[in-house]
């Protein structure tokens, strides 16, 4: 089974600022990452897929890189609204299985 | 406007059963993998189902397997979840969520709101 761990736990930013979150796989996962924002009370939001690829209309200053067991959201300069837990995901070929990593809390510093 | 609005959740005893209905509407059903997944309450997500676009294929977590039901109905745009033998452990906000490409592998990509599903005596 593969395990995600995301780090860290929480993420203490200023508004205006870049935020770095990392994901890593404990074994290689390739491109098969997915990147969510979860905000209190909501469902959460799809951000990032296949490691890299913004889904619909997610604003570019969130950006995904890495493949493998390394992976990275960006978030170039957060915004009041960027203020959340963000979830990676790793999604199995076969048999289909989606494994989630604990989450990253980003709050305002 | 695409959207996925669940129900059916409630306060259940221990070993008892619920179904969870999540109606699809503002794009094609029939067309989409579909997949439940499980926020306990504080705590982080957890994939629980996904079946594919026609119904003909099933996936379980460890957890729910033997236990839980995926099933969905085209004809109504309905993706359903049969819970029984439910446990403490199994409180927790369920979600809906259709797939990238609609195809049964990859992100879940349009959520609905959640149920809220509680077990307790």
């Known amino acids: 089974e593969i395990v995600m761990t995301q780090s860290p736990v929480t993420l203490s930013v200023s508004p205006g600022e870049r935020a770095t979150l990392s994901c890593r796989a404990s074994?290689?996962?390739?491109?098969?990452l997915a990147w969510y924002q979860q905000k209190p009370g909501q469902a959460p939001r799809l951000l990032i897929y296949d490691a890299s690829t913004r889904a619909t209309d997610i604003p570019a200053r969130f950006s995904g890189s890495g493949s493998g067991t390394e992976f990275t959201l960006t978030i170039s300069s957060l915004q009041s609204e960027d203020f959340a837990v963000y979830y990676c995901?790793?999604?199995?070929?076969?048999?289909?299985?989606?494994?989630f990593g604990q989450g990253t809390k980003v709050e305002i510093k | 406007e695409v959207q996925l609005l669940e129900s059916g959740g409630d306060l259940v005893q221990p070993g008892g059963s619920l179904r969870l209905s999540c109606a699809a509407s503002?794009?094609?059903?029939?067309?989409?993998?579909m997949s439940w997944v499980r926020q306990a309450p504080g705590k982080g997500l957890e994939w629980v189902s996904s079946?594919?676009?026609?119904?003909?294929?099933?996936f379980y977590g460890d957890s729910v397997k033997g236990r839980f039901t995926i099933s969905r109905d085209n004809s109504k745009n309905t993706l359903y979840l049969q819970m029984k033998s439910l446990r403490a452990e199994d409180t927790a906000v369920f979600y809906c969520?259709?797939?990238?490409?609609?195809?049964?592998?990859?992100?879940?990509?349009?959520w609905g709101q959640g149920t809220k599903v509680t077990v307790s005596s």
């Open positions: 969520a259709s797939m990238v490409r609609g195809v049964i592998r990859g992100a879940f990509e349009i």
């Open positions: 503002g794009f094609t059903f029939s067309n989409y993998a």
């Open positions: 074994q290689s996962v390739s491109s098969d």
């Open positions: 079946i594919s676009s026609n119904g003909g294929i099933t």
């Open positions: 995901q790793h999604y199995n070929n076969w048999p289909p299985r989606w494994t």
